[in-house]
């Protein structure tokens, strides 16, 4: 047998050594575990929708649910038996009758255009099937908007800081011919001064909806089908400064000269 004193001493050695073999394997695993993660995470980065318009949302779930519940239907109803119909959106905007009826919702003007001037009733229904009256509080025939003003609660939808740019993740959301909380998604096909063409399906009844970015945010009106064309656009933003909403000049994004 081999003296105590000795035994003690290996006992010590492997101790000492032990602990630096278990920090070379701890870091061997840690390097390795980081080499696996590291992309990963690149990837997570490189596709996240606060940084890059052109991939799809973090969650398209979340995104959908949110958007229904800030999207209602829309009717006029303006002679016996005969009515349009059409979507809108709630956004944070002062009415002119702040009290009685808070709460702004935007649409087209071709929605509510024949119950102007008290030639008919307007009514909005929400994503629980409820419906409320409404009254026409500012409308820009030129640009095809329109602000409805009602006592609904409907959480409303903020805008886009951004301005878009051809080939960005959209979602358009509205009453496609008469099915509410309809979705369809695409991308943006090019932008003008005044109007967003896109990609995603439009159809009658959609009119008056939010197209939505890939954080959910805002970016235009849906308003027009182009016949024979494989695509349709939306009021931008920025036809929203004419009459509707104050914006700090002519443009609600800016602009670079």
Known sequence: MLPRIIINGLRIILRAHGQKLANVLSAAVG????????????????????????????????LVEKTQKSTVTIYCEYGKKLYSQGSGWSMKLQTSQKYKYPTAVITNHHVIEDCLNDKGRVSVVNSNGNEYKAIIDNWDKENDLAVLATKAKIPPLKLSKNAPWPGYWVMAVGTADGYAGSIAFGNVLNVSDLEVLITANISHGNSGGPLVDNEGYVIGTNSWGAKGEQYNGAKALDSMCKKLIVCKGDYFWDRQN
């Open 31 to 62: 390097i390795i575990a980081l080499s696996i993660a590291l992309p990963a995470f690149n990837q997570y980065r490189n596709t996240n929708p606060e940084n890059d318009g052109y991939v799809q949302p973090r969650s398209i779930s979340n």
